[in-house]
Every structure is written in C-alpha cells, then in structure tokens.
C-alpha cells in the first residue's frame, strides 16, 4: 500500500526507524560482531556488562522518577527480569506520543512498570487496558500508578487476555485502539496479534516483544515450542500483507507492526 495512505505522524515514524535500521546496517558492516553478534544477554544484543550499553543508557533514557522508582523495585523481584527494558518502554512511549494515541492494550503486565510508561504520556481521558493473569505482581505497581496521578488511566483486567480481547471486540471496540504491546506467553503471540490486528485502527502500532528469543529461532529445537512459536510468527509478519513491520535488535528483539 501507497505510504500517504497511513497517517502523516505513523509515515514519519516508519521513515525514522528505516533511518536507523539503515544506520545500524552501516555500522554492522564495520563492527559485525558488535552489532549482528550473538547476544551476550538474553536482554541485550550487545550485552548488559558492556560499556557501549550503558552509554547508551546514561545518553538517551529519560525516566521519570516514578517510573524509575518502579524499576528498581520490579529489579529486586524473583521474576524481575521479564520487565521490558527501559529503552525499549521509552521508544514505546515515544511512539505513542508519535501517533497520539488515546487508547492502548497491553498483554502481560507484571508488575506494571510498562503500564505506568505508557499512561504517563496518554491524555487524562486516555486508556490503558492491561492484561494479565496474576494480580499479585501488579499489586506491586499499583501504589505508583496512583503516586503518578494516572491510576484512573488504566483499566487492568486479571483474567486471560484472549478473554478480555474476545470481551472488548464483542463490546464493538475492533478499529478504536491505538497502540499494542504483546508480552506474554510466547505460544499464543499468534492469537494475540490477530486479535490485536482486528482492534487496531488503520495506522495504529502493534509492539511485539521477544521476537529472537535469546538467538533460539536461528535454529529452534524440536522440544523448544516457545522458539518454534516465535519463529513461526517472525515468518508470519515478514509476508503478512496488512502490516509494515521493523525488527528491532533493542532487549530481546521488538518488531514494530503498523497496521496499513
């Protein structure tokens, strides 16, 4: 589909990230290791330990200091490490703003810290609806979504996501969404994604997490359904007619859907 047939501010975006796909691709060619590498962290391509990483952090992660606080406590936490990183959730954030969204779904909450990025930057009338299957970590975050003053922004619903997704599409709600973010159980990212497709509008954002699984869809064993999953869908999205994507080498790999 013709690029001025999606919304001016979603055209700009895409431009943007083609410019810094094509950057990177430059610099692969030079630093190949370093770039294109086998992560070193299954939460970074170029490795946590590394100092080129922290620069990146210390030189572009602007947080809040609620958003932060959230962090650090979620980083304390036994299940801490499926947070999504910190740079990521803000080019989350920033795309949100980008397209000036006003409602967003969001699978997999954990403790909240990527439902709290994403209110903060959403108008007072805009919505969050979370999706998750255990209360217990999200009781973690709820105090700072409050502290934050947007509480009132995110409507969390403790149940499985394909339930509350079925819910809002049989509400009438397929076309109004903005924004998606899926980080959930890897194994139904399929179903998520159509589903998600059907309640986002045209140039609306589908953020989907974990796409290179630590390296394991390079060549995924037999016994990895997790691996086989997400490589399959990878395979979906690069053919699939109804979006523009971007593969993100950024955590654990983020492909960017834009729905055409």
Sequence with gaps: MPL????????????MLGVAFATGLLAGKKYPSLVFGIPRSPRSVIGKS????????DHSVREHPILKKLRLITAEHPWGRMMVSCDQAQLMANLVKLIKAKKVIEIGVLTGYNTLNMALVLPD???VVACDINEDYAKIG????????VDHKIDLRIK???????????????ETFDFAFIDADKESYNEYYEKCLRLIKKGG????????????????RKDDLTAQSMHRLNEKLFRDARVNISMLPMGDGLTLAFKL
Aim: hydrophobic share 45%; proline share 8%.
């Design 50 to 57: 590394s100092p080129l990483w922290q620069y990146i952090l």
């Design 142 to 149: 709820k105090p700072l979504w409050k502290e934050a003053g």
């Design 4 to 15: 001025f047939s999606v919304p001016k501010e979603v055209a700009v975006g895409t431009a």
């Design 125 to 127: 009338n805009g919505r």
């Design 205 to 220: 954002i589908i953020a989907i997490d974990n796409v290179l699984w630590s390296g394991k869809v390079l060549k995924p």
């Design 160 to 174: 499985p996501a394909i339930q509350t997704l079925d819910e809002l599409l049989a509400g009438g709600e397929a």
